[in-house]
């Protein structure tokens, strides 16, 4: 009993006294032995062995206390810049702090005076700047009126299309600055500057030639429209496209500016700059799953202690929060309750349900070659089709072109019905059935992208019968297959902007009239249409995967897809507020960002595939574009490294030989092993701060029995 005086006595010392208690600090070593039979001394001892004893100097908790708060009274006065209410005081010893702060600026100099002014001054300004500032971001009020009615689930979807509105404007202005802008300055002569044409050399006469199909003399209006909708006519003789820059270099006053390179280099700068961006967006998130640790107990705690989203303030969205966070904690439960039963199947039934996935697998495979052979002959039999000059038609001939977009969007809408209706057949918890289905969804958006390029591919590069041999590509067929690859990536991202408009107009619109006004069961069944976060996303990611192929084959394509974005956010925001209805399951991940990033980085990374291969694989045109001096679009660099002097020309190439690059990549691996190691390190030091939270719990119980017993 009068060891547990002595350990409560200096408590209340310190809560009456403030600071006062720094001078009984060697009271504190009283407690040491009755302090070791806590919880947490005992974990300590058998950690380490049991044969230490517990230094007192850990075990003072009160005087050790005490000592820092002086140290930070102290360092109050020399650190006069920062904040008291930054420090990690109480409100009584801030308030002392405060008033020697003020007691000690009376004998400042005057010279100090004024910069402690003026440094409060300028944070202040800064501070109300920055309030101000907030007022300009794109679409703020919105995002909060979302937010305050539907949840920061949906809300994180409109913020996510907020950041790819503005990655595409700055991909507009950088491929404008520095492609199409010097471009028009030299066309029309602005700035004294003039345009140099440079005759390929060694390139048979049949590869030089290139007419496009612009529009001449009298054109009838449905010819535009279907120009419009196809990027051919006169939209084949603009900046749109790839072929519309067929020069080598311009002159500005005095200036050379070499073009070809330039459009090179702004091509690996906007990847370079969208993958920057997303790493930047998503390491914030990654280091939240990296720390995550799927304790059950914890995930139960989130939900109930913390799961409830305060920023709701419609009754319809909390009813539906109240519904996501019930089906959330029966969804663990079940899970629980599955992984159970899967540890209880015996060979018999574990043999029985991995045959089962096996033969669903084949099934999806399947599936997937089906997309991805329509995709392949729809391509084949639509390049072959359009170049038909035989058809008089303009409907037809439009339909033909569209129809390896037709074919990719009825292959992204029915493939995701077919995997969601197979997984329920694999027996997975319903966590991994949500991951797995959204994978094979991106897996066949994305894909089917890739297998459209393969397409275009093999016709360009069709040499069976020695039709591509004097010029390296079927110049026949193609004699700018660049500017042909950029208008499919056009029709793909016109085609998939009007099904985004269609379908509200024509589905969600006329669902909601009946299911308001019209009592049928059967409609009343299938209700308002649920704004699914996962498929929106998929969706946005699928244009935007589109958006960073086609620029390079068409410059100007990230100008339509931020007004593609732009106009897309306000009809989702219409539906969301008058046809839809939040999603009463949303997935997990839809709360974060993070999970749209690490979508979005796999899309970026196909993209930068079909761009490697046809910067440096496929020879360029000869026809058309800057490169059509150049066998590949890549030899523009070697070329101008050619005309550096001979230091710097022995410094790159060096860099890009093996004797560089070996030693790169093991710095590079032992750099990424070191943050391994690290991230390792932070997870450990998580966990023990995790077991010492529950060890100071156990502690409290402990004093908390050993003063009822000293009570009787």
């Not at 720094?22 to 070791?36: G, I, K, N, R, T």
């Not at 029309?188 to 049949?206: C, H, L, V």
């Not at 974005?565 to 991940?589: D, E, G, N, S």
Request: aromatic letters at 14%.
């Amino acid at each position: 009993m009068s060891g547990l005086g002595a350990a409560a006595g200096p408590g209340r010392q310190r809560d009456s006294g403030g600071l006062s208690l720094l001078d009984e600090e060697p009271l504190a070593a009283a407690p040491v032995h009755f302090l070791q039979e806590l919880p947490s001394c005992q974990s300590a001892r058998r950690r380490r062995g049991g044969t230490q004893e517990r230094r007192p100097a850990l075990l003072g908790t009160a005087g050790s206390r005490g000592a820092a708060a002086r140290a930070l009274q102290q360092e109050g006065a020399e650190l006069p810049e920062r904040p008291a209410r930054e420090l990690p005081l109480s409100i009584a010893e801030k308030r002392k702090l405060r008033d020697s702060q003020q007691a000690d600026t009376e004998h400042l100099s005057r010279w100090k005076k004024w910069r402690r002014a003026s440094s409060k001054s300028w944070k202040k300004a800064l501070s109300e700047v920055k309030g101000l500032s907030s007022y300009l971001v794109l679409w703020q009020h919105d995002i909060h009126s979302i937010e305050g009615k539907f949840g920061t689930g949906i809300q994180s979807y409109f913020s996510f299309l907020r950041f790819l509105v503005l990655l595409n404007f700055i991909i507009f202005i950088l491929m404008f600055s520095f492609v199409t802008l010097p471009f028009i300055i030299s066309k029309y002569g602005i700035f004294n500057s003039t345009i140099a044409y440079i005759s390929p050399k060694n390139i048979e006469d049949n590869c030089t030639i290139y007419e496009p199909s612009g529009n001449k003399g009298l054109v009838y209006f449905y010819t535009y429209l279907k120009d419009l909708f196809s990027g051919t006519g006169f939209l084949e003789v603009t900046s749109l496209f790839y072929g519309y820059y067929t020069i080598d270099v311009v002159w500005i006053s005095i200036m050379r500016y070499n073009l070809p390179l330039a459009y090179l280099l702004a091509t690996f700068a906007y990847l370079t700059l969208s993958f920057l961006w997303i790493v930047k967006r998503s390491v914030k998130g990654f280091m939240q799953n990296l720390v995550h640790d799927a304790d059950p107990f914890q995930s139960y705690c989130n939900k109930v202690f913390a799961g409830w989203d305060f920023c709701i303030t419609d009754p319809n969205a909390a009813w539906l929060k109240h519904r996501s966070l019930q089906y959330e904690l029966q969804t663990d439960l079940q899970e629980e309750k599955l992984k159970q039963k899967i540890a209880e199947r015996t060979t018999k039934e574990k043999l029985r349900i991995y045959s089962l996935r096996i033969f669903i697998n084949i099934i999806v495979i399947a599936i997937l070659s089906g997309c991805f052979y329509s995709i392949y002959r729809v391509t084949v039999f639509s390049q072959e089709s359009s170049n038909d000059t035989d058809n008089e038609n303009s409907l037809v001939n439009l339909l033909v072109q569209y129809l390896p977009s037709i074919v990719i969007t009825l292959a992204n809408f029915i493939g995701p019905l077919i995997f969601s209706f197979l997984i329920r057949f694999e027996d997975y918890t319903p966590a991994f059935e949500i991951r797995l289905t959204l994978m094979r969804c991106v897996f066949v958006r994305l894909a089917n992208i890739g297998v459209l390029l393969f397409s275009l591919w093999s016709q360009i590069s069709n040499c069976g019968t020695d039709k591509c041999k004097p010029c390296g590509y079927n110049y026949k067929l193609y004699p700018c297959w660049e500017s042909d690859v950029g208008q499919e990536m056009y029709k793909l991202m016109i085609f998939d902007f009007t099904i985004i408009l269609a379908v509200p107009l024509f589905v969600d619109f006329p669902r909601k009239l009946l299911v308001t006004h019209c009592s049928c069961k059967l409609i009343q069944w299938f209700g308002q249409q649920e704004f699914g976060i996962s498929d929106n996303v998929l969706e946005i990611i699928y244009g935007q995967t589109i958006c960073w192929i086609g620029t390079f084959f068409s410059p100007l394509l990230p100008a339509i897809a931020t007004i593609k974005y732009f106009i897309i956010f306000y009809v989702k925001k219409m539906i969301l507020i008058h046809t839809c209805k939040p999603a009463a399951r949303p997935i997990r991940a839809s709360n974060s960002n993070f999970f749209f990033l690490v979508v979005l980085l796999i899309g970026l990374i196909l993209a930068f595939v079909p761009l490697a291969v046809s910067i440096a694989h496929i020879p360029s045109s000869k026809a058309c574009g800057p490169f059509r001096n150049f066998n590949t679009s890549w030899e523009v660099v070697p070329d101008t490294i050619l005309e550096f002097p001979t230091v710097l020309q022995q410094i790159f190439f060096g860099m890009a030989s093996e004797a560089f690059a070996v030693p790169f990549f093991m710095i590079i691996c032992i750099i990424m092993f070191y943050f391994i190691a690290l991230a390792r390190a932070h997870k450990r030091v998580v966990e023990q701060l995790r077991e010492q939270l529950v060890l100071e719990s156990r502690d409290k119980m402990f004093l908390i029995r050993k003063i009822a017993e000293a009570q009787r």
